[in-house]
């Protein structure tokens, strides 16, 4: 299964809501969905499983949704540490990650 | 703490072999699935090789497929990825990865550190 994300590049400010889509070549139950944040020189950081389901000590502004091939991250309001690159990832054949978003500051 | 810390990497000529290690103390690590996976300097993620808790079943990446093999000692709370056949494009950072759950396969919420491939001539 291939994903696709998009955009490539988000240019925000902070205090701004972040929409982050991902998009697979075929479908993934929602149950086999993951997003991602990485930092420069740092490992990435599950934050949303299972489609919806927010990891350990992830905020509440962050959200996932979706279902079939269509998935979203939803960042309600950018903090300053929000701006990083985001991954989605499915788990319901084989696994494979998408290719990121990048979240910069406008 | 619950950690993974990889070892094992280094500059290597196409061809050569690596041995890839990863140590996971501070949970159990006989219970979990662990994975392997990969990126590339400025680059995406890509997903190398998985293994079951008892070894019994393994995955790998079409692109490593026959060069790469995982293997695991759950009694000394290891994890291996023996890399032969290395090529250029094998150069990347190596991580490995935990399952949010017993159980689970995907949803890596332990990460290690990372390990360093360099392949070149």
């Known amino acids: 299964i291939v994903l696709t994300q998009s955009p490539g590049t988000l240019s925000l400010s902070p205090g701004e809501r972040a929409t982050l889509s991902c998009r697979a070549s075929?479908?993934?139950?929602?149950?086999?969905l993951a997003w991602y944040q990485q930092k420069p020189g740092q490992a990435p950081r599950l934050l949303i499983y299972?489609?919806?389901s927010r990891a350990t000590g992830i905020p509440d502004r962050f959200s996932g949704s979706g279902s079939g091939t269509d998935f979203t991250l939803t960042i309600s309001r950018l903090e300053p540490e929000d701006f990083a690159v985001y991954f989605c990832?499915?788990?319901?054949?084989?696994?494979?990650f998408g290719p990121g978003t990048k979240v910069d500051i406008k | 703490e619950v950690q993974l810390v990889e070892s094992g990497g280094g500059s290597v000529q196409p061809g050569r072999s690596l041995r890839l290690s990863c140590v996971a103390p501070?949970?159990?690590?006989?219970?979990?699935?662990m994975h392997w996976v990969r990126q590339t300097p400025g680059k995406g993620l890509e997903w190398v090789s998985g293994?079951?808790?008892?070894?019994?079943?393994?995955g790998y990446a079409d692109s490593v497929k026959g060069r790469f093999t995982v293997s695991r000692d759950n009694a000394k709370n290891s994890l291996y990825l023996e890399m032969n056949s290395l090529r250029v494009e094998d150069t990347a950072m190596y991580f490995c990865?935990?399952?949010?759950?017993?159980?689970?396969?995907?949803?890596?919420?332990?990460w290690g550190q990372g390990t360093t491939v360099t392949v070149s001539s």
């Open positions: 990865a935990r399952p949010i759950r017993v159980g689970a396969i995907g949803a890596f919420d332990i």
């Open positions: 501070g949970f159990t690590f006989k219970d979990y699935a």
């Open positions: 293994i079951s808790y008892r070894s019994a079943n393994k």
């Open positions: 075929q479908s993934v139950t929602s149950t086999y």
């Open positions: 299972g489609g919806s």
């Open positions: 990832q499915q788990y319901n054949k084989s696994l494979t």
